[in-house]
């Protein structure tokens, strides 16, 4: 019988190349976040919740404890609660122009949360719920509860 020699040309060397380079580079990029885990720690972030009487502002005061989560598992303790006036844009149809005017008897009420944290490369988690920029999250803490938006993140 003969036996058959196994030739490698230089095309067949550069595939095993490149499917090294994208394995290499693929384990590069998911490897850290899976072996790295978070750490956790304390985390500050502010939520803004807006056009509330003013009475919905005094109830919140510096020290009460809140839920931000919908199953009451995941809190944190107030910093800070400023209340400012709230704006609206609006159409001046006479002139064709915009203009911010202030809504009466409505607040924009903006409150720091101090929570216990998971933070990692990929996301800062207080318990089961993620904290991000942008998203919609509910305050609730005793007499009063609302959805805002966590607009500032400091960890």
Known sequence: MSEKKVKITVIDALIILVVLAVIII??????PGMLNGSEDGK?????????????????????????????EKDGGIVKDVK???????????????????????KY????????DAAISDLA????????KVGAEI?????GYASMGYVIDIND
């Open 138 to 142: 509910p305050v609730r803490g005793k």
């Open 108 to 115: 924009d009420i903006y409150i720091t949360i101090e929570a």
């Open 83 to 105: 209340a400012e006036p709230a704006v609206t844009l609006a159409y001046n149809s006479i002139d064709g122009t915009y203009a911010n005017e202030i809504i009466e008897g």
């Open 43 to 71: 985390v500050d972030f502010t939520v803004l919740i807006q056009k509330e009487d003013m009475g919905f502002a005094d109830a919140i005061t510096a020290g009460d404890n809140v839920t931000v989560s919908l199953t």
């Open 26 to 31: 693929g384990a590069k990029k998911l490897l």
């Open 124 to 131: 800062v988690k207080t318990g089961g719920t993620a904290v």
